[in-house]
């Protein structure tokens, strides 16, 4: 749908800019068939922090309050960057795995399918 300014010289700005993060990338997160967590989570991290400390810290830290957290074998994990299929290098960048600010990262875990098997 397309919106009409109110007036001819309107400029707008986007708020959510890289240059509003003081160097670092805001991208979002979803853990599939875990709707206890209704939207994808909005994190912000340096671009050059590793994939590892992404994993390690950020994803078990937001989402620990899920049972299932604990269960995560990250060697099964499947994951897609910006709707396509993603391999990535635990021990490379952010960036250098193609991250960048306002990505979309999913990623789904085997087996586990939320509480009870209920996709939340």
Wanted: charged residues 20%; contains cysteine; hydrophobic residues 40%.
């Amino acid at each position: 749908m397309a919106v009409k300014a109110i007036t001819p010289d309107y400029q707008g700005h986007a708020r959510d800019a890289v240059e509003n993060f003081h160097g670092n990338i805001m991208f979002h997160v979803n853990w599939e068939k875990h709707l206890m967590f209704c939207a994808p989570l909005a994190i912000m991290m340096p671009p050059d922090a590793p994939f590892s400390q992404f994993v390690d810290e950020t994803l078990t830290n937001a989402y620990g309050y899920h049972p299932d957290m604990g269960k995560v074998d990250w060697d099964q994990v499947s994951w897609t960057l910006d709707n396509e299929p993603f391999e990535p290098r635990r021990d490379a960048s952010l960036a250098d795995n193609g991250i960048g600010h306002r990505s979309l990262i999913r990623f789904t875990t085997p087996g586990l399918d939320g509480i009870a098997g209920s996709a939340s």
